[in-house]
């Protein structure tokens, strides 16, 4: 069983950084893929980044350029550094893995709490 915790949500103003980590319960299984998603109100959960060995990570065209996944296999986590945020970033963001890295929601088996990003302008 896969359990992740993510932390390091906030409010922040817009041209901010945030930082957000996930502790994942995998250990070193490598076997996963790991990633960021969000979910604005009133909209469908969407993929941020992901990657499978922390090589090559996908991002969303709206986060590229701003927004840099990190993967530490020997501390169990996963990051996700923000920076330059903008009001259309404040979601509520989740992480997730998957056997398979995929966009599409189906493919993720476990899921996150989440954790809460409030851009404002």
């Known amino acids: 069983q896969v359990q992740l915790v993510e932390s390091g949500g906030g409010s922040v103003q817009a041209g901010g950084s945030l930082r957000l980590s996930c502790a994942a319960s995998?250990?070193?299984?490598?076997?996963?893929?790991m990633g960021w998603f969000r979910q604005a109100p009133g909209k469908e959960r969407e993929a941020v980044t992901y990657?499978?060995?922390?090589?090559?990570?996908y991002y969303a065209d709206s986060v590229k350029g701003r927004f840099t996944t990190s993967r530490d296999n020997t501390k169990n986590t996963l990051s996700l550094q923000m920076n330059r945020l903008k009001p259309e970033d404040t979601a509520m963001y989740y992480c997730?893995?998957?056997?398979?890295?995929?966009?599409?929601?189906?493919?993720?088996?476990?899921w996150g709490q989440g954790t809460r990003v409030t851009v404002s302008s």
């Open positions: 997730a893995a998957a056997l398979a890295c995929s966009g599409r929601l189906e493919s993720w088996n476990y």
């Open positions: 995998i250990g070193t299984d490598t076997r996963y893929c």
């Open positions: 990657t499978y060995n922390g090589l090559n990570p």
